[in-house]
């Protein structure tokens, strides 16, 4: 059953639960709330995963470990980068977080942030809950990463849909 809601979910869907208007307004979110800490977010939106992953059995957690290494999150000044990553065929919403704010922060704060997401996402509140999830994130990055008086964006604030 995993197969065929991987290969029938494609870009389109991703697309209509994530129109124009909801990733420029979770693009606006991310560039807001990164003005309150020296954390970087990325999020991430895909329909299904592609063939090669479905056949190696790649779980949503293990896609989004390896998106979080494909663009760069890991890569920040603080060790403060967070990927969001939702999965709709499975729909999971997973969390990644650079070593500095993990350390800080625990696992169980992460699932409960993808607990609310997917929540909201389950009852079609898509925009609601990527903007919820980014709110909390930020407030633990304002927490333990607060900003100092440079604080470059180092990451795209744009979301990705593949």
Known sequence: MRWIRHLLLDDWQARRAFPRAVLASIAGAVAENEKRHRGELRFVVEGGLPLGALLAGQSSRQRAVELF???????????????????????????????????????????????????????????QGALLGLAAIGDLLAVHFPPLDENPNELPDAPVVL
């Open 69 to 127: 290494g494909r663009l760069g999150v890991w890569d920040t000044e603080d060790n403060a980068g967070v990927l969001v990553y939702l999965l709709l065929a499975d729909r999971r919403v997973e969390i990644v977080a650079d070593r500095g704010i993990h350390a800080r922060v625990g696992a169980t704060a992460w699932e409960t942030i993808c607990g609310q997401m997917q929540r909201a996402f389950a009852e079609g509140r898509f925009e």
